[in-house]
Structure formats: C-alpha cells, structure tokens
C-alpha cells in the first residue's frame, strides 16, 4: 500500500524567511501534485510533476521531483502573510489492478508572521 | 472549461432527513470521485464511478448511497446521517481512472449534522 508522509505538519515562518516542505512515497508514482487549501474551502492545484527532476516554479512556490528518492519538495521563498494555508502532496499511483487513486499526505499547515 | 460545480455549498440536516449532494463537470470526463474531509485532515476516498459504473467503494457505511445518472452528473444521496458525518464533501473528475490523469477538485458542500 503506498504511504505519502509530509514534513513537518506544522511550520510558523516569518515573513521575508525562505523554507521547504518534503514529501516521502513509498512506491512508484506516476504522477505528484502540490494542492493549497485555505479554511473551509476546496484544493487548490500549485504543480503537476511527471518526470524525474522536474521542476516548476510560480511565484515564490518551487516545486520538485526525484523519482528516484521518491521525494518531491515544495520550497518558500521569501514567505508573504498571504502564502498562509494548508498544503498538501498527493501521489498518482496504480492501485488495485488497473485503475488509478490520488492518496494524499497529512498537510502541511503553514503560518506566515509578520 | 475546467469547472466542477457542487450544490449546495452548504447543507444542514437533522439526523433522521435526507438529502443529496449534487455535482457536475462538462469537461467530458468519465471519471468521478466523492471524497470526504475533515477538518485538518486531508481527502478520504468514498466512491469512484468510471463509465457511470460504481467502480471503486472504499467500504463507505450504506447511509452514503451514491448515484451517476449520466456522464456528466454525480449525486451523493444522504439518510440517517451521524453527527461524525459532518465534513466538506468534495467532488473531483478525471478523463479517466485506467490512467494517471488530473483530478480536477469542485469547491465541496460544507456538510453539519445536527
């Protein structure tokens, strides 16, 4: 059964402070995604990463993938108040037989102070 | 047009109603998920129709009855719902589910049982 561990859980950065949220998965993945979820509202999808050393940047979020760690990190830079969220990993992987299921990390919840 | 639409947005219920859930997409997808939240918790898989057939049910208590009238509709028929039950319900849908391909995530039904 694939396992999808975020961390940290918790992170409380200062503004202008740069930092990386890491995401483990314990098998073959075919597709990695970095959703942002604010309070009380639906996912919000940052990055696709399909390959092995992909990178993808927007804004003062990077994100990354290397398959073969089997390890993708989404780094801050220069956090702004408004980077305040939930962020969450999720792995693309076959599971049972033919058919594909998105199996999510526990979040990250990140807090950006002034 | 990448739009999964939800109705309600919000939903009260007293534990002996019942109600349904209502999604839509017009992407052309023949994949679609229900999946439940709670707060500070990531996804949970419910149920996945692929081709309008109930592929995948991730052993949901039967007050969670699901339903897929045609291709681009997915309800989620609700009765005798527990106070535990109360979550944003998420609807998602994909090109398919025999591939990895992008869920694209509604903006849920805030769910409170009373």
């Known amino acids: 059964e694939l396992k999808v561990e975020q961390n940290p859980l918790f992170l409380s950065m200062q503004e202008g402070k740069n930092y990386t949220i890491y995401c483990n998965y314990s098998t073959t993945s075919d597709r990695l995604y970095w959703y942002r979820q604010d309070p009380g509202k639906s996912l919000e999808s940052l990055f696709v990463l399909l390959s092995n050393g992909a990178v993808k940047q927007e804004g003062r979020l990077m994100a990354s993938l290397d398959t073969k760690a089997r390890l993708s990190t989404l780094h801050i830079t220069a956090a702004v108040h408004d980077l305040s969220a939930t962020y969450f990993c999720a792995v693309d992987s076959r599971s049972g037989g033919s058919n594909y299921k998105l199996t999510f990390g526990k979040g990250t919840l990140l807090t950006v102070n002034p | 047009d990448t739009e999964v639409t939800q109705t309600p947005k919000h939903l009260v219920m007293g534990m002996t109603n019942k109600k349904s859930l209502k999604c839509e997409q017009h992407m052309g997808h023949r994949a679609m998920y229900w999946y439940k939240q709670k707060a500070k918790k990531p996804p949970e898989l419910m149920f996945v129709y692929s081709y309008e057939k109930l592929s995948i049910n991730e052993s949901v208590p039967s007050r969670f009855s699901p339903e897929c009238p045609n291709s681009s509709l997915l309800n989620l028929h609700l009765h005798a719902l527990q106070p535990e039950d109360s979550a944003l319900y998420l609807c998602?849908?994909?090109?398919?589910?025999?591939?990895?391909?992008?869920?694209?995530f509604g903006p849920g039904t805030r769910l409170t049982v009373t």
């Open positions: 998602a849908s994909s090109q398919a589910m025999t591939a990895s391909y992008e869920q694209y």
